[in-house]
């Protein structure tokens, strides 16, 4: 694993709890009719941040490309 994809991984875990939180406090304010529209902003950052999750969550765990073959090599 490369320092950038360790990196993402903590980045990833890291927004985990902010990112629940805002949907999780977004979909329980949708019942008050007074909190409407801040629990429509509520969760719209939630879903942001759980989609940047998601992203860094790919980074992290992709396999990488192997080096090409040098040319000198073969045969």
């Known amino acids: 694993m490369s320092a950038g994809q360790i990196a993402a991984l903590i980045f990833a875990l890291l927004l985990l709890l902010p990112g629940g939180c805002f949907l999780y406090v977004g979909i329980g304010l949708m019942g008050e ?12 950052v939630g879903i942001v941040i759980l989609a940047l999750i998601g992203f860094l969550f790919w980074i992290a765990f992709r396999k990488r490309r192997p080096p090409p073959p040098s040319p000198g090599a073969g045969s």
């Open 33 to 44: 009719s007074h909190m409407r529209v801040a629990s429509e902003q509520m969760l719209i």
